[in-house]
């Protein structure tokens, strides 16, 4: 029995690493593969395990190849840009339907979560049409502007609000704060926690988006790090320089990589303590 109780527990273990070491193969190639020497054979190429002298030829090669400086300053003004106007719209919807209360607001809330129902392809034709008749087309503006309101932001803030008490709200209103002040001063700092969680969430995804802005944007100048990284790998695989591929790649996924393994405690404590409650 005691035998049994100890296996188990390592059974599992041992199955968890199994799942995650196929998960990360990919991720290991991309590692060794950017770092290998541009004379190592097609055999040693499939290899995971760097058996070579470590070399940086391949980045500077894609550095030349690519103009990754320009795709980040591009993906960054996206990036920040989107969260910025979401932070605002989220906080102020989740609020409305947190505290306000008014007609059919449960019936709005709900009509308001058909959005998660819907998936991003589905409103590109629409989407896009829009973006047309705004003149925003080949524009970093026009890739930004469908995500400005978000229907799993304002849930989130929604429950956020909701699991902080009153007595702080009451306590600012009775000093004569108005609505916005509350908002800013106490409710905002309090939900902190649902903000990062949610900055989290909006990062990664539309750091990582391709199809919306590869249908947005056509002039060069204006291309994001995944369209950026599409038009690299077009030539790189025609020369077949797996290694500068590799390279290429690791270079739009390392900052959120990085990020990851640098705040990965502050994430998870984000997600935990980020008030999802009834």
Request: aromatic share 14%.
């Amino acid at each position: 029995m005691r035998l049994e109780r100890r296996l188990g527990p390592a059974l599992i273990v041992a199955a968890i690493a199994a799942v995650a070491f196929v998960w990360a193969t990919p991720f290991l190639w991309t590692l060794v593969a950017s770092f290998r020497p541009e004379n190592a054979g097609s055999v040693d190429m499939a290899s995971l395990w760097p058996d070579f002298a470590p070399t940086l030829a391949n980045f500077r090669l894609a550095l030349e190849s690519g103009d990754f400086g320009l795709y980040y300053v591009n993906t960054a003004i996206v990036v920040i840009g989107i969260l910025g106007v979401q932070v605002v719209t989220i906080s102020l919807a989740g609020y409305a339907f947190a505290r306000l209360q008014f007609p059919g607001r449960d019936v709005l809330f709900y009509v308001f979560l058909l959005q998660l129902m819907l998936v991003p392809p589905a409103l590109i034709v629409p989407n896009l049409r829009t973006i047309v008749d705004l003149g925003l087309y080949d524009t970093l503006a026009g890739v930004m502007a469908p995500y400005f309101a978000s229907a799993f932001g304002t849930f989130l803030m929604r429950q956020t609000f909701l699991g902080i008490p009153r007595d702080f709200e009451e306590a600012a209103a009775i000093d004569g704060a108005p609505w916005w002040a509350i908002v800013w001063h106490v409710l905002l700092p309090l939900a902190r926690p649902g903000l990062v969680a949610f900055a989290i969430v909006s990062v990664t995804a539309h750091w990582n988006e391709f199809l919306w802005p590869l249908m947005v944007i056509n002039d060069p100048a204006s291309h994001t790090l995944t369209i950026g990284l599409a038009t690299f790998t077009k030539g790189a695989e025609g020369a077949r320089e797996w290694g500068v591929l590799a390279a290429g790649t690791l270079l739009v996924m390392a900052p959120l990589a990085v990020a990851f393994i640098a705040f990965q405690r502050r994430f998870v404590e984000s997600f935990v303590f980020s008030g999802i409650k009834g």
